[in-house]
């Protein structure tokens, strides 16, 4: 529709989600990119891409809490 690719949109989503959670943003963390590998592969694929970021355990905290209320 108005030109924007999704990796723009994903980008906005996770600024706002930053600004809500009051943190710098998602961080690359090897131990749960393996994990994802290993999870897209017991379903019998791959991830999409490789490199993800991750937010800490107590950002999705956080986030469950402002979703939640």
């Known amino acids: 529709g108005s030109g924007t690719k999704s990796n723009?949109?994903?980008v906005i989503a996770v600024n706002r989600i930053n600004k809500l959670l009051g943190v710098e943003g998602p961080e690359a963390k090897k131990s749960l990119e393996k994990a994802l590998d290993l999870y897209c592969e017991s379903l019998g694929g791959e991830p999409v891409r490789k490199?993800?970021?991750f937010w800490r355990r107590d950002c999705i905290t956080k986030l469950t809490r402002l979703l939640t209320k």
Do not use: M, S, V
């Open 8 to 10: 723009d949109k994903t």
């Open 51 to 53: 490199n993800h970021l």
